[in-house]
């Protein structure tokens, strides 16, 4: 006859009872604290991944600001009555704004990436066919 879920040896079988809740607990507690420690890791890989998303956007805008400006210098030299506009460029605008200053043009260009914004402000001067930048600045808003 089979006895089911009985050893020959009792006097094995009284600790075990013990022992398997141990190994189970152990076991759960080792499982939390991985995966503890794996959404920790994912949480500061995501927030870095977040920054540096942010800072590529921001030089983008910085990029996109500054080539409104060299676009400003060749509507200036065509066009010496030229006060604003937009420049469509790949992924958004960028507005440009030029007022007579100082023997030269103020040119401020404002754009836009993702997010991030930037802002420049130059003090230009042509001096025989040459555009001279005198002032060059970010501003904030």
Do not use: C
Request: hydrophobic share 40%.
């Amino acid at each position: 006859m089979a006895s089911y879920g009985k050893t020959a040896y009792p006097e094995l079988e009284a600790g075990r009872g013990s022992q398997a809740g141990f190994a189970t607990l152990l076991i759960a507690l080792l499982l939390t604290i991985l995966s503890l420690y794996g959404m920790e890791t994912y949480v500061k890989a995501n927030g870095e991944n977040r920054m540096a998303k942010r800072e590529a956007q921001s030089r983008q805008a910085l990029y996109r600001a500054e080539s409104g400006v060299e676009w400003a210098k060749g509507q200036l030299v065509n066009n010496p009555d030229f006060r604003e506009g937009v420049l469509d460029s790949a992924g958004g605008f960028v507005t440009v704004t030029a007022a007579p200053s100082e023997g030269g043009y103020w040119v401020t260009s404002v754009a836009q990436a993702g997010m991030a914004q930037r802002k420049i402000g130059v003090l230009l001067q042509n001096e025989s066919g040459h555009w001279r930048i005198l002032r060059y600045q970010e501003l904030h808003q």
